[in-house]
């Protein structure tokens, strides 16, 4: 399925990487796992390394924003108070988010070098795929999603109905994992987003094919990266950007929506204040972009309302 740059939707000014993926950002690495069982079953996981390495043992740091806080972020509040990341990032479910902080946990205790660690700040992020999946189900469980992590590379990410993203539903659409990066005077900016939110769509400003269907509810957590020198304080305003990013798509932004954002940098150092200005607006590009393909890659789906308990059939995205 074409992404939003095939199908001529080009956001922004700023040209994207290779990849047009986080996965542009050296070192950043992602993984999935994705189930599809039955008729219920439509959910799954997706994690986020900023390197290959040990990263309790090589931290990265981090800044983290709230724009509406009707959601679950596991490990925020230390990300906010020390301005890093020790663990790997995971996005699941609204009811998986205990078995992916138990996940993370097993796979740091069981990196070499980290024998005597005995508190772990797990991050996890999460939105709500009740409308597709039988979300009591408790699945995906601590080994799937084991297996996310350890399935994590670097290279072409997928896209749409795929690892944390499989049940989620975006303006009364088929929703999920959607992914973009900017080149901005010599560093990369990549976003990863978990797209499950309400409003009334629009592409690159304009109206959008008919979405009456659409909740108002719903939620998003947008994943950064970049290899730019930032310190925890300006990857926070980096992370406060993207929502700009997720307004421009016709977001509700509603009382019902968890509206989240972390990013974070692979390079230690500090840009000045007044250099920050290109990345912000990258950021609101790249987000954009980042929701689009989630929805344009995202196809068709049936399956199973937890809140209703019937069958239910989403479109995808056409354009």
């Not at 990549?190 to 400003?205: E, I, M, P, S, W």
């Not at 926070?236 to 009382?255: D, P």
């Not at 068709?300 to 209703?308: F, V």
């Amino acid at each position: 399925m074409p992404r939003a740059r095939d199908l001529g939707v080009t956001i922004g000014r700023f040209a994207p990487g290779p990849l047009n993926a986080i996965t542009d950002v050296p070192g950043v690495r992602i993984g999935h796992v994705t189930l599809i069982e039955g008729d219920r079953t439509r959910t799954g996981a997706t994690a986020i390394l900023p390197h290959g390495g040990n990263l309790f043992r090589d931290r990265v740091s981090a800044g983290f924003a709230v724009l509406n806080g009707f959601g679950k972020f596991a490990g925020s509040t230390q990300v906010q108070e020390l301005g890093e990341l020790e663990t790997p990032v995971l996005l699941t479910n609204t009811l998986a988010v205990g078995r992916a902080m138990e996940a993370l946990v097993a796979h740091v205790l069981a990196l070499p070098g980290n024998e005597t660690v005995t508190s772990i700040n797990a991050v996890v992020g999460e939105t709500n795929d009740s409308g597709l999946n039988d979300i009591r189900a408790a699945r995906p469980t601590v080994a799937e999603m084991r297996q996310a992590l350890e399935a994590a590379s670097s290279g072409p990410v997928e896209e749409g109905a795929v690892g944390a993203g499989t049940g989620c539903i975006a303006f009364g659409l088929k929703g999920g994992i959607g992914t973009a990066s900017r080149r901005v005077d010599g560093y990369m900016l990549g976003v990863l987003v978990q797209a499950n939110y309400g409003g009334t769509l629009r592409l690159d400003g304009r109206a959008a094919p008919e979405t009456s269907e659409a909740d108002t509810d719903g939620s998003i957590v947008i994943v950064m990266a970049t290899d730019a020198p930032l310190c925890p304080r300006n990857l926070t305003r980096l992370a406060t950007r993207s929502f700009a990013g997720l307004a421009r798509t016709g977001s509700a932004l509603s009382n019902g929506s968890g509206d989240y954002a972390l990013a974070f940098a692979t390079t230690r150092g500090l840009m000045p204040n007044e250099m920050m200005s290109p990345l912000f607006e990258a950021a609101i590009e790249t987000t954009e972009e980042a929701i689009l393909n989630a929805l344009l890659m995202a196809g068709d789906m049936r399956g199973w309302d937890a809140a209703t308990r019937q069958p239910r059939q989403v479109r995808g995205l056409r354009l």
